[in-house]
């Protein structure tokens, strides 16, 4: 791999060893295994394939997990009731409810019956609202994973310049949260620009560290960074492609051709940013069962 691309695959089998260890040392200290309970409403290809790739990754790790599948067609009443049986299941330490839902049903509110302390994915407004105030019960695990790639790469972020492109509560706002308070991994300058900033070229071509989390291919191109500087593909979509077996590729939002000839630092895509999103879903899974832990002693 060339020297100036972060392998993302590595940091996060890094993460992933030290948490099968603590999980080791839970399982035979306290007879305690993590558990995750996957919610995946209909058949959208994306999510089965996520929803696989985290069922193996805890399987590696020894977290136990189960999926609950439900038809797309499922009522919110349907679905309202299996979050609440699995909020008192004391199997399942973290509750994860895989998104994007079908459109006749509300994910917002479906989000808030989520029990804050086995909400993994750290989406509850309960969670959101101590992120805000710089005590974190769970980061949601994109922006963790950023941050994390940050760290172990050792790239500057006190007093950086920062643009985030995105302001998804999945990824922007609470990563822009994340990166702003006075810890190791942030104290840094953030800006959030969205699709009605008029200046995005100039906001990026100012910045240290340019995080794309838009959706959106060929979002940040060649002529939009500065020399020497980060930057972070959060992006990933499905592009056509006839050489491949499946039929498709997966790109990012940066065009990764033009920005990797002028930064100093990339993530991939794949083999960026989303191994590290999985990997720090097991660490919060594995947050919530010491979590419990302490509550019940």
């Given at each position: 791999?060339?020297?100036?691309?972060i392998?993302?695959?590595?940091?996060?089998?890094?993460?992933?060893?030290?948490?099968?260890?603590?999980?080791?040392?839970?399982?035979?200290?306290?007879?305690?295994?993590?558990?995750?309970?996957?919610?995946?409403?209909?058949?959208?290809?994306?999510?089965?394939?996520?929803?696989?790739?985290?069922?193996?990754?805890?399987?590696?790790?020894?977290?136990?997990?189960?999926?609950?599948?439900?038809?797309?067609?499922?009522s919110?009443?349907?679905?309202?009731?299996?979050?609440?049986s699995?909020?008192?299941?004391?199997?399942?330490?973290?509750?994860?409810?895989?998104?994007?839902l079908?459109?006749?049903?509300?994910?917002?509110?479906?989000?808030?019956?989520?029990?804050?302390?086995?909400?993994?994915?750290?989406?509850?407004?309960?969670?959101?609202?101590?992120?805000?105030?710089?005590?974190?019960?769970?980061?949601?695990?994109?922006?963790?994973?950023?941050?994390?790639?940050?760290?172990?790469?050792?790239?500057?972020?006190?007093?950086?310049?920062?643009?985030?492109?995105?302001?998804?509560?999945?990824?922007?706002?609470?990563?822009?949260?994340?990166?702003?308070?006075?810890?190791?991994?942030a104290?840094?300058?953030?800006?959030?620009?969205?699709?009605?900033?008029?200046?995005?070229?100039?906001l990026?071509?100012d910045?240290?560290i340019?995080?794309?989390?838009?959706?959106?291919?060929?979002?940040?191109?060649?002529?939009?960074?500065?020399?020497?500087?980060?930057?972070?593909d959060?992006?990933?979509?499905?592009?056509?492609?006839?050489?491949?077996?499946?039929?498709?590729?997966?790109?990012?939002?940066?065009?990764?051709?033009?920005?990797?000839?002028?930064?100093?630092?990339?993530?991939?895509?794949?083999?960026?940013?989303?191994?590290?999103?999985?990997?720090?879903?097991?660490?919060?899974?594995?947050?919530?069962?010491?979590?419990?832990l302490?509550?019940?002693?």
């Amino acid at each position: 791999m060339n020297k100036n691309i972060i392998d993302g695959k590595k940091i996060a089998l890094k993460v992933s060893e030290d948490i099968k260890d603590k999980i080791r040392a839970m399982n035979r200290d306290y007879n305690t295994i993590p558990g995750l309970a996957v919610i995946l409403i209909g058949d959208n290809p994306a999510s089965l394939s996520y929803v696989r790739g985290k069922e193996k990754a805890c399987n590696n790790v020894g977290i136990f997990t189960q999926t609950f599948a439900m038809p797309a067609e499922s009522s919110f009443e349907s679905i309202s009731e299996l979050i609440l049986s699995l909020n008192i299941d004391e199997r399942f330490h973290g509750i994860l409810l895989q998104l994007p839902l079908p459109k006749h049903l509300d994910s917002e509110k479906l989000i808030e019956l989520i029990d804050p302390q086995k909400d993994v994915d750290g989406l509850t407004s309960e969670n959101a609202g101590l992120l805000l105030l710089g005590s974190p019960r769970f980061v949601p695990a994109t922006p963790l994973g950023v941050q994390r790639l940050l760290i172990e790469e050792n790239i500057k972020t006190d007093g950086a310049k920062i643009l985030i492109i995105g302001r998804s509560n999945l990824v922007g706002l609470p990563l822009s949260i994340l990166l702003l308070q006075k810890r190791e991994g942030a104290n840094a300058t953030v800006t959030v620009a969205h699709t009605s900033t008029k200046n995005i070229e100039e906001l990026s071509l100012d910045s240290d560290i340019v995080i794309v989390a838009s959706g959106l291919p060929n979002t940040l191109l060649g002529r939009m960074v500065k020399k020497g500087s980060v930057v972070i593909d959060v992006g990933v979509s499905r592009m056509p492609d006839h050489t491949k077996k499946t039929g498709y590729k997966l790109v990012g939002d940066v065009n990764f051709n033009e920005v990797s000839q002028i930064v100093s630092k990339i993530t991939p895509v794949p083999g960026g940013v989303g191994p590290m999103t999985i990997a720090m879903l097991l660490n919060n899974v594995y947050l919530a069962a010491t979590f419990s832990l302490k509550k019940a002693n």
